[in-house]
């Protein structure tokens, strides 16, 4: 089961790795449980940390009580 957090979709027991985030954008438009990756964005004004999808390339703010260890 998935549990929206207003960013990411997370996995929540039954099959899903506890925590796990998902895709918003594949999960609602296609019904895909695409499990993302972090990435590291450096810019001028320093570096963050974000989600990214692996397959239609969406990117998403990660909150640092959010994301995987």
């Known amino acids: ?31 895909r449980r695409v499990r993302l990756q972090t990435e590291l964005a450096v810019s001028r004004m320093g570096a963050v940390q974000r989600w990214h999808c692996p397959v239609c390339g969406g990117r998403y703010p990660v909150s640092p009580q959010l994301a995987d260890d």
Do not use: K, Q
Not at 4 to 10: A, K, M, P
Not at 15 to 24: I, L, V
């Open 1 to 31: 089961m998935l549990r929206y957090d207003g960013t990411v979709y997370r996995g929540e027991g039954a099959g899903e790795p506890e925590g796990a985030a998902f895709c918003p954008r594949c999960y609602e438009e296609t019904g």
